[in-house]
């Protein structure tokens, strides 16, 4: 990240805040008045023994407020200090004052078993993409969504010295659809103590399917992809965007690098500068014929690491977009078929969404 300066300080309750701007701003030196306390909670992990995985049970985070009137991710005013003591930002990045996982993470030796309870360590960061409370992701220039994407891949390289993080990811939950508490534009990061339940079913798969055939799972889905050409919506020299084949969303898009990268920290500089535009018009694609508050998951999934900290070659970085937006003003919600037996049923054909949105970004580029 040669051309940002970081510059830190310490909140009223002991977390760290982050400041990146392109010039050394200063800003690290304005001080958070408000008044001390505890600070965060942490939560436990309990095990399920049907479906060996650990769920996380963060009491505390009930109380963290619901779409405030004073926002806490603005600069601070006279009359509302907020999570940015310094009066402007350009991009800021803080630990999260109600996480699902906090604690230094130690050796995952906690026997799983039925009623195995356990700390929920781990690391969760806030990265505020701007000051401006009314922008959004998808309507900042294209240098900052860059500069933005070089500030994830370096929490990504610092997260994963802790001990015993396993995988870490960057996501951006959008509209009030999918539930988000504040709208300013922002987007978390999660340091994980363990591989989540999702990343290690694919990456069983993907581990078990080089053993068997000695090839790399992600890079024939993407070969597959680009062969059938009909859910591709855009290709650039270094990323490819489609609808997949299985989508299970009715608004589904994953983007991959044309070369196997195990993570952010991977990235060049022509990457985070082809990826920033490629985003921001598949985004802007999808809020064209709807309102910009449509709601939307984003997620960068990264190679997990081994117990003992190893990238043993298998994962891969991929970018991912889902939206429960079905048509204009109808949403899919997760009923009892997909949120309870896990068996999702598609209202969209990923082919017609690649289509639809290939127009919208065809109509956008030459308008
Ligand atoms: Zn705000």
């Given at each position: 990240m040669p051309d940002l300066q970081e510059e830190t300080a310490t909140l009223f309750d002991g977390r760290i805040l982050r400041y990146f701007d392109v010039v050394n701003s200063g800003r690290a030196a304005a001080t958070d008045q408000r008044r001390a306390d505890s600070g965060p909670a942490q939560g436990q992990q309990r095990w399920d023994p049907l479906r060996q995985e650990w769920v996380t049970v963060s009491a505390a985070r009930n109380g963290r407020p619901l779409l405030p009137v004073d926002c806490p991710l603005c600069p601070t005013t006279t009359g509302n200090p907020t999570e940015i003591p310094a009066q402007d930002y350009y991009i800021a990045v803080f630990d999260n004052r109600f996480p699902s996982f906090t604690g230094t993470?130690?050796?995952?030796?906690q026997s799983a078993e039925l009623g195995a309870e356990r700390p929920a360590n781990g690391h969760c960061e806030v990265v505020c993409f701007s000051a401006d409370h009314a922008s959004a992701y998808h309507q900042l220039d294209t240098k900052r969504i860059a500069d933005i994407l070089s500030v994830q891949a370096q929490r990504t390289a610092e997260l994963f010295e802790r001990p015993d993080v396993r995988e870490v990811t960057c996501f951006e939950n959008r509209g009030v659809d999918i539930g988000v508490t504040l709208h300013h534009p922002h987007g978390q990061i999660y340091a994980y103590p363990d591989v989540t339940p999702t990343t290690a079913l694919q990456y069983t798969n993907a581990l078990r399917h080089r053993r068997d055939t000695g090839k790399d799972l992600f890079q024939e889905i993407l070969d597959f992809e680009v062969r059938a050409g009909e859910r591709i919506i855009a290709e650039t020299d270094h990323w490819v965007a489609f609808v997949p084949h299985s989508a299970r969303w009715p608004c589904e898009i994953h983007i991959y690098p044309t070369t196997g990268l195990r993570d952010l920290t991977e990235l060049d500089e022509p990457r985070i500068h082809g990826f920033a535009p490629l985003v921001k018009s598949i985004l802007a694609a999808m809020t064209t014929d709807l309102s910009d508050d449509v709601p939307y998951m984003t997620a960068w999934r990264q190679a997990p690491r081994t117990a003992d900290g190893r990238f043993d070659g298998v994962g891969r970085l991929r970018f991912e977009i889902v939206s429960p937006r079905r048509s204009a003003g109808k949403l899919k919600y997760l009923a009892s078929s997909e949120a309870l037996m896990g068996a999702f049923v598609n209202d969209v054909a990923p082919e017609s969404l690649a289509e639809h949105l290939r127009t919208h970004l065809n109509t956008r580029e030459s308008a």
């Amino acid at each position: 990240m040669p051309d940002l300066q970081e510059e830190t300080a310490t909140l009223f309750d002991g977390r760290i805040l982050r400041y990146f701007d392109v010039v050394n701003s200063g800003r690290a030196a304005a001080t958070d008045q408000r008044r001390a306390d505890s600070g965060p909670a942490q939560g436990q992990q309990r095990w399920d023994p049907l479906r060996q995985e650990w769920v996380t049970v963060s009491a505390a985070r009930n109380g963290r407020p619901l779409l405030p009137v004073d926002c806490p991710l603005c600069p601070t005013t006279t009359g509302n200090p907020t999570e940015i003591p310094a009066q402007d930002y350009y991009i800021a990045v803080f630990d999260n004052r109600f996480p699902s996982f906090t604690g230094t993470p130690t050796r995952s030796d906690q026997s799983a078993e039925l009623g195995a309870e356990r700390p929920a360590n781990g690391h969760c960061e806030v990265v505020c993409f701007s000051a401006d409370h009314a922008s959004a992701y998808h309507q900042l220039d294209t240098k900052r969504i860059a500069d933005i994407l070089s500030v994830q891949a370096q929490r990504t390289a610092e997260l994963f010295e802790r001990p015993d993080v396993r995988e870490v990811t960057c996501f951006e939950n959008r509209g009030v659809d999918i539930g988000v508490t504040l709208h300013h534009p922002h987007g978390q990061i999660y340091a994980y103590p363990d591989v989540t339940p999702t990343t290690a079913l694919q990456y069983t798969n993907a581990l078990r399917h080089r053993r068997d055939t000695g090839k790399d799972l992600f890079q024939e889905i993407l070969d597959f992809e680009v062969r059938a050409g009909e859910r591709i919506i855009a290709e650039t020299d270094h990323w490819v965007a489609f609808v997949p084949h299985s989508a299970r969303w009715p608004c589904e898009i994953h983007i991959y690098p044309t070369t196997g990268l195990r993570d952010l920290t991977e990235l060049d500089e022509p990457r985070i500068h082809g990826f920033a535009p490629l985003v921001k018009s598949i985004l802007a694609a999808m809020t064209t014929d709807l309102s910009d508050d449509v709601p939307y998951m984003t997620a960068w999934r990264q190679a997990p690491r081994t117990a003992d900290g190893r990238f043993d070659g298998v994962g891969r970085l991929r970018f991912e977009i889902v939206s429960p937006r079905r048509s204009a003003g109808k949403l899919k919600y997760l009923a009892s078929s997909e949120a309870l037996m896990g068996a999702f049923v598609n209202d969209v054909a990923p082919e017609s969404l690649a289509e639809h949105l290939r127009t919208h970004l065809n109509t956008r580029e030459s308008a």
